[in-house]
């Protein structure tokens, strides 16, 4: 999950995609659930219900992708995107 986090930073907002600039990303990979995550919520309004998670659970990890921004036009790239860094490939995915 460290290596997804990293690289939907760089990805998605350092690089100031534009599709993913009216959101914000939170980690959440310490957890003690055993399911680290990353959230992306709405930046005007952080407190809000998460529109993207993805987690990780068991071992060997099994990645999961849900909430509204998979159902936007921006889903399939984030899919592909999550599951290319989960592989290992770092490259950041052309946006939609």
Same mark, same amino acid.
């Given at each position: 999950m460290e290596r997804i986090a990293i690289a939907a930073q760089k990805c998605w907002f350092a690089s100031r995609d534009a599709a993913f600039k009216p959101y914000r990303m939170a980690n959440e990979l310490n957890s003690y659930s055993g399911r680290p995550r990353i959230l992306l919520v709405p930046a005007r309004n952080p407190e809000s219900r998460p529109l993207l998670v993805v /987690?990780?659970?068991g071992t060997p990890a099994r990645l999961e992708a849900f909430g509204?921004?998979?159902e936007s036009p921006?889903?399939?790239r984030i899919a592909a995107d999550i599951r290319n860094w989960? /592989?290992?490939n770092n490259a950041c995915g052309k946006a939609a």
């Open positions: /987690h990780a659970e509204p921004l998979m921006q889903g399939s989960a /592989h290992g």
